[in-house]
């Protein structure tokens, strides 16, 4: 009788047990699960938060850059070489003098970024090595075919910017007074040239079809830009292999409007 109770309790004490563990397990499952749902919704909601200020910031800055003016700076061992000002109103774009350009690079080097930016709507700071990547071509068509990149770079890398430009455009004659003049009364000074050598490359990386070598500088530091606004600070912490798919979607995009386009041209040219 005994062995019958003791047989009894032991299997109701292992079905205590038993069910005791399960309701413990799913009490943690269900913890758990909450806790992974509440958590899966505030991610959600921090995403939906964030992507709607940076679609914001990037709406803003495509409306608002090309009605202000932006400061272009090349940057080469924490000194500034050369810089542009571009004057998107204006459809201008005018060069820095050596002058600006101290106190760009004394800025950059103290880290003082309201002084860097001052009245400017943005400041890109690119480092030289940028330069290397920009294609010859993008060079050559902004610049009008005057200059190649190799001569651009050239006059750019030198202590003598204008003796160095004298060749380019006079390989025949040595440097003088005559061309000294033309070029002081052209361009101001050798820092300006360089300045106006440093406008085709910008105007080069920015191109159509420069998106992704522009966004691979912007994620390396290579190119910088201040203030640096939600938009810069995504793309720059995103991994770059979703900007690719971005990047791919939005070509495959471009080219199946492109077609598209063509397609009902040449319809519209038949009827």
Not at 23 to 47: D, E, N, R, T, Y
Not at 168 to 173: C, G, N, S, W
Request: aromatic share 10%; hydrophobic share 50%.
């Amino acid at each position: 009788m005994c062995e019958e109770v003791y047989m009894v309790l032991g299997t109701l004490v292992s079905v205590v047990v038993f069910v005791l563990i399960v309701v413990v397990i799913w009490k943690i499952v269900k913890s758990i699960v909450k806790a992974l749902f509440f958590a899966g919704l505030v991610l959600l909601v921090f995403v939906l938060v964030l992507g709607g200020v940076v679609l914001a910031d990037a709406r803003e800055f495509q409306s608002t850059f090309a009605k202000e003016d932006v400061l272009f700076l090349l940057e080469d061992q924490g000194s500034v070489v050369a810089g542009v000002v571009f004057h998107n109103a204006k459809g201008e774009a005018v060069a820095t003098t050596a002058e600006k350009n101290v106190g760009f690079s004394e800025d950059l080097q103290a880290e003082d970024w309201d002084g860097l930016v001052g009245d400017y709507y943005k400041v890109v700071v690119m480092n030289r090595v940028v330069l290397d990547d920009v294609p010859t071509e993008e060079i050559e068509k902004s610049a009008g075919d005057i200059i190649t990149k190799e001569d651009a770079l050239a006059v750019i890398d030198s202590d003598e910017a204008f003796v160095v430009f004298s060749k380019v455009l006079y390989p025949e004659q040595e440097m003088n007074a005559i061309i000294l003049e033309q070029f002081e009364h052209t361009y101001g000074s050798e820092e300006e040239l360089k300045g106006t050598m440093f406008h085709y490359f910008v105007v080069g990386l920015f191109s159509t079809g420069s998106a992704e070598r522009l966004v691979i500088n912007l994620k390396s530091g290579d190119v910088t830009v201040y203030p640096e606004s939600a938009m810069f600070r995504f793309i720059r912490k995103v991994p770059f292999s979703l900007v690719q798919k971005a990047l791919q979607s939005m070509r495959a995009k471009g080219e199946q409007a492109i077609t598209s386009a063509v397609v009902g041209v040449k319809e519209k040219l038949r009827g």
